[in-house]
T-cell receptor, first 110, second 117 residues
Framework: RKEVEQDPGPFNVPEGATVAFNCTYS??????FFWYRQDCRKEPKLLMS???SGNEDGRFTAQLNRASQYISLLIRDSKLSDSATYLC???????????FGAGTRLAVHP | EADIYQTPRYLVIGTGKKITLECSQT?????MYWYQQDPGMELHLIHY???????EKGDLSSESTVSRIRTEHFPLTLESARPSHTSQYLC????????????????FGPGTRLTVL
């Protein structure tokens, strides 16, 4: 079983739609949680950290449920430029080592 | 934009050749990492370093080796390339954390796409 599981998609949505991605992790010792964005054939870039109380950054909202070991990302008012792969990432232990999910692909169309 | 560079960006090479993938960062970061990513798959950590003369193997076994003689430079070497080494190799760096609970963002280079024929 993979340590971080994501629905690979693709999610095909029209501009303006709201879309939600889910992620589950298996290691209960996971300490920190993140969403990274990876454009096609590019490097990953940090989108946002995920805090226990949930957090929002503009059109993006992240939620964490430690009891269920579940993380979500909600994107409101989707833009064409949101088309990318969204990687769920967890940090285990104290040494800044990250475990990446395989990503969920989002395609926003006009 | 992150100041982390990788060369070459693309490399096609024959089996048995020795190759070195270069990675440099100008941010003064202590920590550096090498990941391997196949198309549509997750990144896997293959090597990391906490500073000069520090190197550790990552979670995914790799036949490659690394060195960290200078803070800004973290090259990866394959002594004898094989088709199974065909993949994308991503280098990353981060600042030294202030404690085990502190996460410092990892900045990624653009990657090297390696094809071994």
């Amino acid at each position: 079983r993979k340590e971080v599981e994501q629905d690979p998609g693709p999610f095909n949505v029209p501009e303006g739609a709201t879309v939600a991605f889910n992620c589950t992790y298996s290691n209960s010792a996971s300490q920190s949680f993140f969403w990274y964005r990876q454009d096609c054939r590019k490097e990953p870039k940090l989108l946002m950290s995920v805090y226990s109380s949930g957090n929002e950054d503009g059109r993006f909202t992240a939620q964490l449920n430690r009891a269920s070991q579940y993380i979500s990302l909600l994107i409101r008012d989707s833009k064409l430029s949101d088309s990318a792969t969204y990687l769920c990432v967890v940090k285990i232990g104290g040494y800044n080592k990250l475990i990446f999910g395989a990503g969920t692909r989002l395609a926003v169309h006009p | 934009e992150a100041d982390i560079y990788q060369t070459p960006r693309y490399l096609v090479i024959g089996t048995g050749k020795k190759i070195t993938l270069e990675c440099s960062q100008t941010m003064g970061h202590d920590k550096m990492y090498w990941y391997q990513q196949d198309p549509g798959m997750e990144l896997h950590l293959i090597h990391y370093s906490y500073g000069v003369n520090s190197t550790e193997k990552g979670d995914l076994s790799s036949e490659s080796t690394v060195s960290r003689i200078r803070t800004e430079h973290f090259p990866l070497t394959l002594e004898s390339a094989r088709p199974s080494h065909t993949s994308q190799y991503l280098c990353a760096s981060s600042e030294r954390g202030q404690g085990p609970q502190i996460y410092n963002e990892q900045f990624f280079g653009p990657g090297t796409r390696l094809t071994v024929l």
